[in-house]
């Protein structure tokens, strides 16, 4: 129990600079603000995670504020271990009887929670005074990325303060060198991508125990890829081949000694093999939809865009801007060529194509500081192959990226050094453009434009493979974009034809005025509407003396 007593805490000056020194924490507390008399409680109270109507008189902002930080414990001639320390406020309010502040590790769900409760007879003199809490007691582990939240006492709904946070790694100074995690061996590793094969040498385990490997895939936690390989402390070789059949930027070698408690070392070997997560985009002809799934946790942007020609811009579609977060999938969608599909990381948004990735470069897997290995070249690895049966999901590999270099070294040694940062990949070299319907496999429609029977007119005519209804707009180009066009003229539906040409049988047409199709810099810009996503054909500049053309 706390009576108006700060906890005696011993510390250094906290700094963000790498190096210098942690704070100490001496002895394990909790602190209320002078004036106050609190108590504090670890176990949970059940019941508060279900919040109750806010009185009006209780303002949304009555929580201030709250801070996280790390710092670390050591008892004397003994091994060092770190502690979060949650700095919270809040005005005081009759209706309120104190704080709880929650930590949670993001790869267990693991919670720990602790409270502070202002006795009654300090609640009725603070009323309105501003209330500051130091909690102190939470321990947590090298690396651990923590989602903490503090709520009142009783937690009213709506009222809630919450920080994501990552504690430091090994690669900090004062966390490798006192913590004992830290000092864990190295593992070594060689990719053989022809024999789709990770080989792994395990270290010396200390005290002669065993040694397992694994590979996993990175999300939240590391989900197992086959079974762990186990290395015996007296077996002849410490070296384990690991077979794989996908190169992914989240697939990782993960090592621990079979030791309580034991420090996992991770490694992701394929890191910027970025391109895989990028070749997920299958079409359901059935659905008329288009998707995306990454293999890999990915941090970006996916929209469908609309290239006019070889090598132009590609103009975003209205309402197709998606987070990239998991599976992305778009609804009746147009197979048309110069529709494409378009992934951007956070904050890009440049205006030409992405540069192509260089095959066989690695780099250190997660933030700067945290688990790091060194790369050169590793072996190219095979293109992607599309499904042969027509009836199901289309996968549309590669992307317009140039191509890689024809020829490789061999795959050197890479060296896990401790412990890495939940990877999120994202398209940090720019943006990726992908057109997937470009090419004979897909059947879309065409517009033409030839001279209509009535004097003065030009007629635009559809043609496709199946009903559709279609807008023609007269469009202004200027330099900047979208050109300015004029109110849609809808499209006649035509009959049922048994004709074919080009693509299909005609099934609509509009008739536009010549004199006003025929000024320079006009462009006639035909659309399907009975999809959610359609990209336009265009004719610009037409030659009106022949006044013929087609859109291809």
Same mark, same amino acid.
């Given at each position: 129990?706390? @009576?108006?007593?700060?906890?005696?805490?011993?510390?250094?000056?906290?700094?963000?600079?790498?190096?210098?020194?942690?704070?100490? =924490? @001496?002895?394990?507390?909790?602190?209320?603000s002078?004036?106050?008399?609190?108590?504090?409680?670890?176990? $949970?109270?059940?019941?508060?995670?279900?919040?109750?109507?806010?009185?009006?008189?209780? *303002?949304?902002?009555?929580?201030? /504020?709250?801070?996280?930080?790390?710092?670390?414990?050591?008892?004397?001639?003994?091994?060092?271990?770190?502690?979060?320390?949650?700095?919270?406020?809040?005005?005081?309010?009759?209706?309120?009887?104190?704080?709880?502040a +929650?930590?949670?590790?993001? !790869?267990?769900?693991?919670?720990?929670?602790?409270?502070?409760?202002?006795? #009654?007879?300090s609640?009725?003199?603070?009323?309105?005074?501003?209330?500051?809490?130091?909690?102190?007691?939470?321990? =947590?582990?090298?690396?651990q990325?923590?989602?903490?939240?503090?709520?009142?006492?009783?937690?009213?709904?709506?009222?809630?303060?919450?920080?994501?946070?990552?504690?430091?790694?090994?690669? !900090?100074?004062?966390?490798?060198?006192?913590?004992?995690?830290?000092?864990?061996?190295?593992?070594?590793?060689?990719?053989d #991508? !022809?024999?789709?094969?990770?080989?792994?040498?395990?270290?010396?385990?200390?005290?002669?125990?065993?040694?397992?490997?694994?590979l %996993?895939?990175?999300?939240?936690?590391?989900?197992?890829?086959?079974?762990?390989?186990?290395?015996?402390a007296?077996?002849?070789?410490?070296?384990?081949?690991?077979?794989?059949?996908?190169?992914?930027?989240?697939?990782?070698?993960?090592g621990?000694?079979?030791?309580?408690? /034991?420090?996992?070392?991770?490694? %992701?070997?394929?890191?910027?093999?970025?391109?895989?997560?990028?070749?997920?985009?299958?079409?359901?002809?059935?659905?008329?939809?288009?998707?995306?799934?990454?293999?890999?946790?990915?941090?970006?942007?996916?929209?469908?865009?609309?290239?006019?020609?070889?090598?132009?811009?590609?103009?975003?579609?209205?309402?197709?801007?998606?987070?990239?977060?998991?599976?992305?999938?778009?609804? $009746?969608?147009?197979?048309?060529?110069?529709?494409?599909?378009? =992934?951007?990381?956070?904050?890009?948004?440049?205006?030409?194509?992405?540069?192509?990735?260089?095959?066989?470069?690695?780099?250190?897997?997660?933030?700067?500081?945290?688990?790091?290995?060194?790369? &050169?070249?590793?072996?190219?690895?095979?293109?992607?192959?599309?499904?042969?049966?027509?009836?199901?999901?289309?996968? =549309?590999?590669?992307?317009?990226?140039? *191509?890689?270099?024809?020829?490789?070294?061999? @795959?050197?040694?890479?060296?896990? *050094? +401790?412990?890495?940062?939940?990877?999120?990949? &994202?398209?940090?070299?720019?943006?990726?453009?992908?057109?997937?319907?470009?090419?004979?496999?897909?059947?879309?429609?065409?517009?033409?434009?030839q001279?209509? /029977?009535?004097?003065?007119?030009?007629r635009?005519?559809?043609? &496709?493979?199946?009903?559709?209804?279609?807008?023609?707009?007269?469009?202004?180009?200027?330099?900047?974009?979208?050109?300015?066009?004029?109110?849609?003229?809808?499209?006649?539906?035509?009959?049922?034809? *048994?004709?074919?040409?080009?693509?299909?049988?005609?099934?609509?047409?509009?008739?536009?005025p010549?004199?006003?199709?025929?000024?320079?810099?006009? %462009?006639?810009?035909?659309?399907?509407?009975?999809?959610?996503?359609?990209?336009?054909?265009?004719?610009?500049?037409?030659? %009106?003396?022949?006044?013929?053309?087609?859109?291809?």
């Open positions: 129990m706390l @009576a108006g007593r700060a906890v005696l805490f011993l510390s250094l000056t906290w700094t963000t600079c790498r190096g210098l020194a942690m704070p100490r =924490v @001496a002895e394990c507390g909790v602190s209320c002078p004036g106050f008399t609190c108590r504090s409680r670890v176990n $949970r109270n059940i019941f508060n995670s279900f919040c109750q109507h806010t009185p009006r008189s209780l *303002s949304p902002s009555v929580l201030e /504020a709250l801070t996280l930080s790390t710092a670390m414990k050591c008892a004397p001639r003994n091994d060092c271990s770190l502690v979060l320390r949650v700095q919270a406020s809040l005005t005081l309010h009759e209706g309120l009887r104190g704080l709880e +929650c930590s949670m590790n993001v !790869d267990t769900q693991e919670t720990r929670c602790q409270s502070v409760r202002v006795s #009654r007879a609640r009725r003199l603070q009323v309105g005074r501003q209330l500051q809490v130091h909690f102190d007691c939470f321990e =947590v582990g090298v690396a990325s923590l989602y903490v939240t503090l709520r009142t006492v009783p937690h009213f709904c709506g009222i809630q303060l919450d920080r994501q946070y990552r504690v430091e790694d090994c690669g !900090d100074q004062d966390v490798g060198r006192n913590l004992p995690g830290c000092s864990a061996k190295k593992f070594s590793y060689w990719v #991508r !022809d024999r789709k094969v990770v080989r792994v040498q395990a270290p010396e385990a200390p005290g002669g125990s065993d040694y397992y490997v694994r %996993c895939l990175k999300w939240f936690t590391c989900e197992d890829v086959g079974a762990p390989a186990r290395v015996t007296n077996g002849l070789s410490r070296t384990v081949s690991l077979p794989y059949s996908r190169e992914l930027p989240c697939l990782c070698l993960e621990w000694s079979a030791t309580p408690d /034991a420090v996992r070392m991770q490694a %992701c070997p394929f890191e910027d093999d970025t391109e895989a997560l990028w070749d997920a985009v299958h079409y359901h002809p059935g659905a008329q939809a288009l998707s995306w799934e990454p293999a890999c946790p990915v941090s970006g942007h996916v929209s469908l865009c609309w290239r006019p020609g070889p090598g132009a811009l590609c103009h975003q579609l209205e309402n197709s801007g998606r987070a990239a977060h998991g599976r992305v999938q778009y609804p $009746r969608v147009d197979t048309q060529p110069q529709l494409c599909l378009k =992934v951007s990381g956070p904050g890009h948004s440049p205006p030409g194509p992405g540069p192509a990735r260089r095959e066989g470069q690695a780099r250190g897997s997660g933030a700067p500081g945290a688990c790091s290995h060194t790369q &050169s070249h590793t072996l190219p690895r095979p293109a992607a192959q599309a499904p042969s049966d027509p009836s199901a999901p289309i996968l =549309v590999p590669g992307w317009s990226l140039g *191509s890689p270099p024809s020829s490789q070294p061999p @795959a050197p040694t890479a060296t896990a *050094s +401790c412990l890495p940062t939940s990877p999120q990949f &994202s398209t940090s070299r720019g943006f990726w453009v992908r057109c997937p319907f470009k090419g004979q496999r897909f059947q879309a429609w065409k517009m033409t434009v001279p209509a /029977a009535s004097q003065g007119h030009l635009v005519t559809f043609f &496709s493979p199946e009903a559709a209804h279609f807008q023609v707009y007269l469009c202004q180009q200027r330099k900047t974009w979208p050109p300015a066009c004029r109110p849609a003229l809808w499209a006649t539906a035509l009959p049922p034809a *048994s004709g074919d040409f080009m693509a299909g049988p005609a099934v609509a047409f509009v008739d536009v010549r004199d006003e199709a025929c000024v320079p810099n006009t %462009c006639i810009q035909g659309r399907r509407t009975d999809m959610l996503f359609s990209a336009p054909q265009q004719l610009c500049d037409l030659w %009106c003396p022949a006044s013929q053309g087609t859109a291809d």
